[in-house]
């Protein structure tokens, strides 16, 4: 565990019950979101680079349209 880990949750550990037990849920719903994000986006890389040949592609072919971000 990191120092500032370790310092966080020794500041942690003075508050009432009630907010402690708040903090934890909020850290572990965080953590399995995070693991939810990097297991759909490891599942997806195949998919992403298949979509960005397809993209170039279309773009060396002429068969895109230029995006001017002022006029959107």
Do not use: N
């Not at 565990?1 to 370790?6: A, H, I, K, S």
């Not at 402690?20 to 965080?30: C, K, R, S």
């Not at 992403?48 to 349209?65: I, K, M, S, V």
């Amino acid at each position: 565990m990191t120092e500032l880990l370790q310092e966080a949750f020794e500041e942690a550990s003075k508050l009432p019950q009630e907010e402690q037990d708040a903090m934890a849920q909020w850290i572990l719903a965080e953590l399995a979101s995070e693991r939810k994000w990097d297991e759909a986006f490891a599942s997806s890389s195949d998919i992403l680079a298949q979509l960005a040949d397809a993209a170039l592609e279309d773009y060396e072919q002429g068969r895109t349209t230029p995006i001017e971000p002022d006029k959107l």
